[in-house]
């Protein structure tokens, strides 16, 4: 087991580059399912949650090369299984995935319910109920959530929530369904488009990825592709923020600026100076951030995903903000930890008030989910003294080569080895 161990006060300067998304890479892998013939993906991100995807697909019958170190060639012609065990399911949320993909393919999926960061309830109703719509029967079975039909037959689904997960599932059951899916209230993430646009390389029909209605005429067969991942918006923004809470200038290559509007808005509201060029962003941080206020929403609203590393910035700005989580009910346990480290926050159910101090200090502390764990990471960046990470296997699940990446711009951050007698058990 690891830990990092980070030395703050350091000013980042330099130039990182964005690897590809891991929410478009987790519903892309399970996609290429669908698909007749190899596939070849590029820009593929190097972190945990992709090394179980990848597992899965070995595991269900699927070859696959890896060409380099972000490129795949992935062979599934030779998948004989629809089942997914709750071993490989409860590790990551997008496991899930390998229900639409496996249900488009196979007509049926058998799949252990998903597991993933804990913000509270995280219900997969809206899922069911547009595998339901489609014309599966589907069971809880043994632990296992089993889907079966004859004929998925296209049909309007209404999500009664805005899901990106509901969304990327009922597109994939419904790829080559037989006529018509119509989503309504879709979730309209950068990721959902790219899967879109993946699914239509290898001649699927789909139209209005990126709005609130989705449709998609299903067809007999898909056919293999080359296709490029996008960037990482979530840790292009948490590299932002980095630059902006260390007073550092930063450029950040391989992003698409677009998709990170809010983001930018937010931080120039703290007064950092964001320079836009076509595929790479200037941050320069201010000598003490301003306060500000965050209310988190689906896209184009700020990502629920980037709220942990915004109260990093908020817990060192000049007076008092406010950050409302409106996605999830539970997405600010990561607050205790930052409080070790000196930060005022308040927490009201969904609704975190920070009073701004001059500075925080380093301390030994835990990530307590994948991006509050990217949290920690900035917290020591710009602490006094030297701030120690443990349970940094949620950061490995979603972020390439962070030591790397952040060592490169003048971070001081080294992966340590801890010796099993001293780990600390996880309920820290
Ligand atoms: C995805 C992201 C996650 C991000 C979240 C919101 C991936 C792999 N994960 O998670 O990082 O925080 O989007 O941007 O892409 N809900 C229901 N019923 C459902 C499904 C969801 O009530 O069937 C609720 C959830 O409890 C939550 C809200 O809808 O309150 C949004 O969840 P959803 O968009 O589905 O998140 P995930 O796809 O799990």
């Given at each position: 087991m690891d830990k990092f161990v980070v030395k703050g006060g350091k000013r980042l300067e330099g130039e990182i580059t964005i690897s590809g998304a891991k929410n478009a890479a987790v519903a892309i892998l399970p996609a290429v399912l669908l698909c007749d013939e190899v596939c070849r993906i590029e820009n593929v991100p190097e972190i945990s949650d992709v090394s179980v995807m990848i597992r899965i697909l070995y595991e269900l019958g699927a070859k696959v090369k890896m060409i380099n170190r972000d490129t795949i060639e992935i062979d599934p012609t030779g998948v004989g299984s629809c089942m997914v065990s709750a071993d490989m399911s409860n590790r990551m949320r997008a496991s899930s995935y390998f229900m639409g993909a496996m249900l488009g393919r196979f007509n049926r999926a058998k799949v252990a319910p998903p597991g993933g960061c804990d913000f509270g309830v995280r219900p997969i109703d809206q899922h069911i109920k547009g595998f339901e719509a489609l014309g599966a029967k589907v069971v809880i079975d043994n632990g296992m959530v089993d889907a079966k039909a004859d004929q998925l037959i296209g049909a309007p689904v209404y999500l009664d929530k805005v899901s990106v997960g509901a969304t990327i599932n009922i597109i994939l059951a419904s790829v080559k369904a037989r006529g018509m899916t119509v989503i309504e209230n879709a979730a309209k993430e950068p990721h959902i488009v790219d899967l879109a646009n993946f699914l239509n390389s290898m001649g699927a029909d789909i139209m209005g990825a990126g709005t609130n209605v989705i449709k998609i005429r299903g067809v007999r067969s898909l056919h293999g592709t080359t296709y490029s991942i996008i960037p990482d918006q979530i840790e292009a923004g948490t590299y932002m923020v980095a630059a902006a809470v260390t007073g550092g200038n930063?450029?950040?290559?391989?992003?698409?600026?677009?998709?990170?509007?809010?983001?930018?808005?937010?931080?120039?509201?703290?007064?950092?100076?964001?320079?836009?060029?076509?595929?790479?962003?200037?941050?320069?941080?201010?000598?003490?951030?301003?306060?500000?206020?965050?209310?988190?929403?689906?896209?184009?609203?700020?990502?629920?995903?980037?709220?942990?590393?915004?109260?990093?910035?908020?817990?060192?700005?000049?007076?008092?903000?406010?950050?409302?989580?409106?996605?999830?009910?539970?997405?600010?346990?990561?607050?205790?930890?930052?409080?070790?480290?000196?930060?005022?926050?308040?927490?009201?159910?969904?609704?975190?008030?920070?009073?701004?101090?001059?500075k925080l200090k380093g301390a030994p502390v835990a990530a307590t989910d994948l991006r509050a764990g990217a949290a920690m990471i900035l917290a020591g960046l710009c602490a006094d003294g030297v701030t120690e990470i443990e349970n940094i296997e949620y950061i490995d699940r979603g972020y390439s080569n962070v030591v790397e990446k952040l060592n490169a711009v003048g971070g001081d951050i080294k992966r340590v080895n801890i010796p099993p007698q001293n780990v600390i058990p996880q309920a820290l």
């Open positions: 930063v450029l950040i290559k391989n992003v698409i600026p677009k998709h990170l509007e809010s983001i930018i808005a937010k931080l120039v509201e703290t007064g950092a100076t964001v320079e836009q060029y076509d595929d790479s962003l200037r941050v320069i941080g201010p000598e003490r951030p301003k306060h500000c206020n965050i209310i988190t929403l689906p896209h184009p609203g700020f990502p629920t995903d980037m709220q942990p590393q915004m109260a990093v910035l908020l817990s060192v700005a000049e007076g008092t903000s406010i950050i409302t989580d409106s996605v999830w009910d539970n997405r600010f346990r990561y607050v205790d930890q930052l409080t070790i480290m000196g930060a005022q926050i308040q927490v009201d159910g969904r609704v975190a008030v920070i009073s701004g101090v001059e």
